[in-house]
């Protein structure tokens, strides 16, 4: 857990695990803010986990999760709210902590805090929301005229689909300008988990470095997606950083709704409740599958 301080009464780090609360605790934070819809990470343990381990532990929670890249005003204001309704000091998380900072800064433009200060507050903490400033001087809307980068084609995804598709153009057209967008430093191969689940594979065999899986000669564009142009043939970043194409391919992948059954997040991965679309839950599928036969 890297912690990293807004304010006296604010920090903010990346994702938490159950087993991180209750160093929190012991930091003297008071209450926590989930930034980080459930399902977002492969790896990503449910909010529901997080609460659990917070009530044990005599913090509150709140969830508030928020879209990676596509951070709104009524999110700001929402967490502002919030942030002054909950004890402090509070310890908010999201992905790698951008988005809370990214929160947190609105919100404080929003009340009127100096954008010099917001900046330099934000950068101290180790996040450069320079990016903001063109978004607030743009009235919320980004403009396309001024991209950071052009290619002939953009793949938005790194996982199996993504990465198929440009190694299968790089190998038919080898001279062909492509740029993958991803987000995350690491790819897991999620039709393994099954394996995983039945005891073939070892959780560690399906988890690989990002960089070490983009083919030759595509360049990886490590940001979030807040936003398609289509009119303009533009992808807007995170950070309000904007990529042009010619041909664009959307291989994004899902987000699992676990809180679509109810009572579904806050069991998982004990009481013989498990999945094979999570990371660190594949291994308890095979727990209980050996579980199945008698010891001899």
Same mark, same amino acid.
């Given at each position: 857990?890297?912690?990293?301080?807004i304010d006296q009464g604010l920090s903010v780090t990346g994702q938490l695990r159950p087993t991180d609360v209750s160093?929190?605790?012991?930091?003297?934070?008071?209450?926590?803010?989930?930034?980080?819809?459930?399902?977002?990470?492969?790896?990503?343990?449910?909010?529901?986990?997080?609460?659990?381990?917070?009530?044990?532990?005599?913090?509150?929670?709140?969830?508030?999760?928020?879209?990676?890249?596509?951070?709104?005003?009524?999110?700001?204001?929402?967490?502002?709210?919030?942030?002054?309704?909950?004890?402090?000091?509070?310890?908010?998380?999201?992905?790698?902590?951008?988005? $809370?900072? @990214?929160?947190?800064?609105?919100?404080? #433009?929003?009340? !009127?805090?100096?954008?010099? +200060?917001? /900046?330099?507050?934000? %950068?101290?903490?180790?996040?450069?929301?320079?990016?903001?400033?063109?978004?607030?001087?743009?009235?919320?809307?980004?403009?396309?005229?001024?991209?950071?980068? $052009?290619? @002939?084609?953009?793949?938005?995804?790194? #996982?199996?689909? !993504?990465?198929?598709?440009? +190694?299968? /153009?790089?190998?038919? %057209?080898?001279?062909?300008?492509?740029?993958?967008?991803?987000?995350?430093?690491?790819?897991?191969?999620?039709?393994?988990?099954?394996?995983?689940?039945?005891?073939?594979?070892?959780?560690?065999?399906?988890?690989r470095t990002m960089a070490s899986l983009i083919p030759d000669g595509v360049r990886w564009i490590k940001a979030a997606?807040?936003?398609?142009?289509?009119?303009?043939?533009?992808?807007?970043?995170?950070?309000?950083?904007?990529?042009?194409?010619?041909?664009?391919?959307?291989?994004?992948?899902?987000?699992?709704?676990?809180?679509?059954?109810?009572?579904?997040?806050?069991?998982?991965?004990?009481?013989?409740?498990?999945?094979?679309?999570?990371?660190?839950?594949?291994?308890?599928?095979?727990?209980?599958?050996?579980?199945?036969?008698?010891?001899?």
């Amino acid at each position: 857990m890297d912690v990293k301080r807004i304010d006296q009464g604010l920090s903010v780090t990346g994702q938490l695990r159950p087993t991180d609360v209750s160093e929190a605790a012991r930091l003297g934070f008071r209450s926590i803010i989930c930034n980080r819809p459930d399902g977002e990470g492969a790896d990503q343990p449910g909010f529901a986990e997080i609460e659990r381990a917070a009530t044990e532990a005599g913090l509150d929670t709140r969830y508030l999760p928020v879209v990676s890249g596509a951070v709104t005003d009524a999110d700001a204001e929402a967490f502002g709210v919030t942030l002054r309704a909950l004890p402090g000091p509070v310890l908010a998380y999201c992905g790698t902590g951008t988005r $809370s900072t @990214t929160l947190w800064s609105l919100n404080e #433009g929003r009340r !009127g805090r100096p954008l010099s +200060a917001i /900046l330099s507050t934000a %950068k101290a903490a180790g996040y450069d929301m320079n990016g903001g400033v063109q978004r607030i001087a743009s009235g919320g809307c980004v403009p396309t005229d001024g991209a950071e980068a $052009s290619h @002939t084609v953009v793949i938005v995804g790194g #996982g199996a689909g !993504g990465i198929a598709v440009a +190694a299968s /153009l790089r190998s038919r %057209k080898p001279d062909l300008d492509i740029a993958i967008i991803e987000p995350a430093d690491v790819h897991y191969y999620q039709p393994g988990w099954t394996m995983v689940g039945g005891g073939v594979f070892e959780p560690a065999t399906t988890a690989r470095t990002m960089a070490s899986l983009i083919p030759d000669g595509v360049r990886w564009i490590k940001a979030a997606v807040a936003a398609f142009e289509p009119e303009r043939k533009a992808v807007i970043l995170e950070g309000c950083r904007v990529v042009t194409y010619d041909r664009l391919i959307v291989a994004s992948g899902l987000t699992l709704n676990w809180r679509g059954i109810e009572g579904l997040s806050e069991t998982l991965g004990r009481n013989g409740v498990t999945s094979n679309y999570r990371y660190d839950l594949a291994p308890y599928t095979w727990e209980l599958v050996q579980g199945l036969w008698p010891a001899s």
